[in-house]
């Protein structure tokens, strides 16, 4: 059975970088799209980032463009999220997932990782 582990959050100030990880055991990444969410407390799980697996094209939510750089290890088998200039309003847990399909749309992810916590104070 496949499955994704998320790691990498932890607590941090305003301005600090993280550099999250995703994992999959039971299958490689190939012919798939990996996609970063969050979600805070009392809002929707939103969009990050995410990407091509295969072509290694990568796309971001406007709100972490420019801050934000997914990227993929091959030989690990493990995507990434490089977080800098965190924000308070980063603050919230971390998902993976993967999806044959386009990386927005959330129904169409077929396997979540448990999620990782960033705290980003101010």
């Known amino acids: 059975q496949v499955q994704l582990v998320a790691s990498g959050g932890g607590l941090v100030q305003a301005g600090g970088s993280l550099r999250l990880s995703c994992s999959a055991s039971g299958r490689t990444f190939s012919s798939y799209a990996v996609g970063w969410f969050r979600q805070a407390p009392g809002k929707e799980r939103e969009f990050v980032a995410g990407?091509?697996?295969?072509?290694?094209?990568?796309i971001y939510a406007d709100s972490v463009k420019g801050r934000f750089t997914v990227s993929r290890d091959n030989a690990k088998n493990t995507v990434y999220l490089q977080m800098n200039s965190l924000k308070p309003e980063d603050t919230a847990l971390y998902y993976c997932?993967?999806?044959?399909?386009?990386?927005?749309?959330?129904?169409?992810?077929?396997?979540w990782g448990q999620g990782t916590q960033v705290t980003v104070s101010s």
């Open positions: 990407i091509y697996w295969n072509a290694g094209s990568t």
């Open positions: 997932a993967t999806t044959r399909n386009n990386v927005y749309v959330i129904s169409r992810y077929e396997t």
